[in-house]
């Protein structure tokens, strides 16, 4: 996919991003800062429609979760490569700043978490991640530091090896914060040295005696490839989560 710098309009609903930073995020990702004029702000959790035009006029458009949120034109996206993928490969290795990209969005509104309201108690939230599906909980996780929010927040986390933790340093500092994140790692691949957890997929047992307990009525994020989010939805019914309290966010693949 090339042409993306002959875009010179925008259509209906749709923004003209210009890259204002990118970055190496893990081995195979990259995090794009886009500034967008006229953005509208987002809610944590939402995400966005890129579209790339070929030359020959050709496009090829793909969803993308937003890692920020809030008011402001800034809009960070995290993008992991998939070999053989049409249009990550060309985001993650070929996109550089002053590129412009057409974006549609905010889109969504089930995947998203809002502070509660000044004074009110929120209901425990459980995040579980696969891999880059961790983008919009960071943005989650984010918001609620930000809010200094006392709602017990727990990030359960899969990915390969210690190296392809996204938003490692976001993700440190709000396990620092004054409403802290709790981070648990299941790393499939390979652990730090020296650790002593256990390597391999997310099992039910794992799940189980990771999260938040069904008794105190989490709402719970899940987001990842689209089987490890059904494995995982699976598993949350079964240890009697209630389905309308399991919120689902499918990237695609098995
Ligand atoms: C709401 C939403 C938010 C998303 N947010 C992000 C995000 O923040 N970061 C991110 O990196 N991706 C995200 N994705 C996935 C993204 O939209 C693309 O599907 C992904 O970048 C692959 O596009 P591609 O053109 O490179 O691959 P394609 O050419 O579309 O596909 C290549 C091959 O990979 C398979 N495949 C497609 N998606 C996946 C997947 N997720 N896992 C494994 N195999 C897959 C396809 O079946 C195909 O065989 C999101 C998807 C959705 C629906």
Known sequence: MSGVHELQTTRTGWYVAEVAETRRE????ARISLDVAGWPGNLPGQH???RLTAPDGYTATRSYSIASSGDGERVVLAVDRLPDGEVSPFLVDEVRPGDRLEVHGPLGAFFVWRPPAAGATGRPVQLIAGGSGVVPLVAMARAHAEAGDPTPFKLLYSVRTPE????AAELESARRGPA???V????????PAGSTSTVGRITRDRLASAVIDAEAAPTVYVCGSTGFVE???GWLIELGHRQTAIRTERYGGT
Request: charged letters at 30%; glycine letters at 0%.
């Open 164 to 167: 392809d933790v996204f938003f």
């Open 231 to 233: 494995r995982v939805a």
């Open 180 to 182: 802290p994140l709790e």
């Open 184 to 191: 648990d790692l299941v790393y499939t691949r390979r652990a």
């Open 48 to 50: 966005l429609d890129v």
């Open 26 to 29: 893990t081995p195979t990702a």
